[in-house]
């Protein structure tokens, strides 16, 4: 089985920083592309980054230039650095992965159950 587990959201001002965690363990070949997404009270859930088991990065234009995806592949982890943080990005904040459990295997989807961000003063 494979689980990815959220960790580091929770409360903070306007304008201040978080950083998201998400380490994925279980019977795990190849993790392939990592992702954030986010559902806020009432919206559909959005697409917040991505990033490439190269390194290569995408994020919602809402986001550029606050928030920073990154991965550490030796920990089958991915990140979410979330600075200059603004009320509209409340949200649950979920990660997603495409993982193959076996050489042989198809690549899968997984997500995590998500961790509670909140802006607020």
């Known amino acids: 089985q494979v689980q990815l587990v959220e960790s580091g959201g929770g409360l903070v001002q306007p304008g201040g920083s978080l950083r998201l965690s998400c380490a994925a363990s279980?019977?795990?070949?190849?993790?392939?592309?990592m992702g954030w997404y986010r559902q806020a009270p009432g919206k559909q859930r959005e697409l917040v980054a991505t990033?490439?088991?190269?390194?290569?990065?995408n994020y919602a234009d809402s986001v550029k230039g606050r928030f920073t995806i990154s991965r550490d592949g030796a920990k089958n982890t991915v990140y979410l650095q979330l600075n200059s943080l603004k009320p509209e990005d409340t949200a649950v904040y979920y990660c997603?992965?495409?993982?193959?459990?076996?050489?042989?295997?198809?690549?899968?989807?997984?997500g995590g159950q998500g961790t509670q961000v909140t802006v607020s003063s």
């Open positions: 997603n992965a495409g993982i193959q459990k076996t050489s042989t295997g198809y690549v899968l989807e997984f």
């Open positions: 279980g019977s795990i070949f190849k993790i392939y592309v």
């Open positions: 990033v490439t088991s190269g390194g290569n990065t």
